[in-house]
């Protein structure tokens, strides 16, 4: 007679068997239906079966999308909010007047990015390229201790080591001259560090919040969802975006343990609002207080000669808007497209079109770091340079420190800048801002920088790539078969 003991090991073992089942019948049915990319869909349903139970339960916390419905809910009767702008928007026509006769067509990009993220295109900009954090940092800290008003600070990562507490303590300052101070930090970017900046911020009285802590269990399904934008505004007048993260890394001449270089921008004119505009989404979003009025939002004049329109990327409502501003883009191209990212992870649509580019005759040229800080995504992504390289397309390898640079440029006169990289996670994950840029002299001014970056880089071949042993061949392939976890 079987005995107790093993009826209930019997009944508990068919339980577990019934509910890893059951997850995964789920879990595959909802990725069959919900996910766009197939790639993804095949790879989630895979781990689904192959790991059962284990592979559901990540789906259902890492696969599932539920940032959109979370966005809906919280902006339910209420929407994103939209500044009044002292010079109005700037028509195609006018746009073509603007830039020079070998730049015409790009007044079919406007209208087609226009489309997309449904912002205005605003003349009237200075924006000011800030080489690694030894020229940002300064020009932010000088801008936060000049403020009067208001300051909103949005960043990914904030390291408590010298650099952040040097920003705390000026942000601390601020709040205590009477500015109105918030900050808004990913929750998984204060970790970077430990301590954390966050007791730091608490001391110092300033107004912050998380945003989308991983730990409380409401949060649990959307923690692979990471606010990636860098947005500084003060007085509503000045901005700064970028790729810099707040860090101690950044600042080369300080000569840290881990140097990264990077490109930041600071923002003067019209489209500072639109920075304005992200962050008090996304901090309404965090915190439920509503940024409005003047106090905010002031009206800014003309400050130069740069038109410019901000591209909100995100799981949310603005899903893959920076997906179709590339692609837009790179269609229109017509004599060049230089690309400089760290994560070049980009899907077949992007590759498809990069190729047809170079086909045309556009010279392509992909400026990557050739060590980053993430070993394992650049075998992935090295299993991708011959679907570009066979094609006409042009890999170039800068040497250390690590280039943490995003930038694209496109015939001489269009600038697209920001925290997007060209993989996965930016694409589909991360909340990111970017700003599309027409000034012949910017994109002058940027174009020799790259060159200079392209000059001291290395090209790869075909031939190289190909040559790769068996084994470093079937590491980076495996790699890249774990691209949309990426």
């Known amino acids: ?73 919280l902006r339910k009767n209420l929407e994103s909010h939209r500044a009044e702008y002292a010079l109005t928007e700037c028509l195609p026509e006018e746009l073509q007047r603007h830039l020079p006769d070998h730049g015409k067509h790009l007044k079919m990009l406007a209208r087609v990015v226009g489309a997309v993220t449904e912002r205005p295109l605003l003349p009237g900009n200075r924006i000011e390229p800030l080489v690694n954090g030894d020229k940002a940092y300064p020009a932010m800290l000088d801008a936060i201790q000049h403020a009067r008003r208001t300051i909103s600070l949005m960043t990914y990562i904030f390291d408590r080591d010298e650099i952040g507490v040097a920003f705390a303590h000026a942000l601390g300052e601020a709040a205590r001259r009477g500015v109105e101070v918030r900050v808004l930090v990913d929750a998984t970017g204060t970790r970077y560090s430990f301590p954390t900046i966050i007791r730091t911020l608490q001391q110092e009285g300033i107004k912050y919040a998380r945003f989308l802590p991983p730990f409380p269990l409401r949060h649990l399904m959307s923690i692979n969802m990471r606010t990636h934008r860098k947005i500084l505004v003060t ?27 990077d490109i930041h921008f600071r923002l003067k004119g019209p489209v500072v609002a639109q920075l304005q505009e992200v962050f008090a989404d996304d901090w309404l979003f965090t915190t439920g207080e509503s940024l409005r009025g003047d106090l905010w939002f002031p009206k800014n004049e003309s400050a130069g000669q740069v038109l410019a329109r901000g591209v909100v990327d995100g799981p949310d409502e603005n899903f893959e808007k920076f997906l179709w501003t590339l692609l837009g883009a790179i269609s229109i191209a017509r004599y060049s497209i230089r690309i400089m990212t760290p ?144």
């Open 1 to 73: 007679m079987m005995n107790a003991g093993s009826l209930v090991h019997d009944v508990w073992n068919i339980a577990v068997i019934g509910l890893g089942l059951l997850l995964s019948v789920i879990a595959t049915g909802h990725a069959v239906i919900s996910k766009r990319d197939s790639r993804a869909a095949i790879a989630w349903v895979g781990l689904v079966w192959l790991v059962p139970l284990v592979g559901a339960v990540l789906y259902f916390i890492f696969g599932v999308n539920r940032i959109r419905h979370k966005a809906a809910l």
């Open 343 to 486: 994560y070049f992870l980009p899907d077949p649509a992007l590759i498809f079109a990069l190729n047809l580019a170079a086909m045309r005759g556009v010279q392509v040229d992909i400026i990557l770091p050739s060590r980053i800080n993430l070993p394992f995504v650049l075998c992935a992504s090295r299993a991708m340079w011959s679907q570009v390289l066979q094609h006409g397309c042009r890999i170039w390898l800068t040497p250390p420190p690590f280039d943490h640079s995003k930038l694209m440029l496109v015939d001489g006169c269009w600038v697209l800048l920001g925290s997007a990289n060209w993989d996965s996670r930016s694409l589909r994950l991360n909340f990111e801002f970017n700003l599309e840029c027409y000034d012949i002299e910017l994109a002058r001014q940027l174009d020799q920088w790259v060159e200079t970056k392209r000059k001291s880089a290395r090209p790869v071949t075909l031939e190289e790539v190909n040559s790769r042993s068996l084994p470093a061949r079937l590491r980076d392939g495996a790699a890249r078969l774990l691209t949309p976890y990426l």
């Open 235 to 261: 007085d509503g007048c000045v901005g700064f975006t970028g790729g810099i993260n707040i860090r101690v890394g950044h600042s080369l001449e300080s000569l840290p343990p881990n140097p990264v270089q």
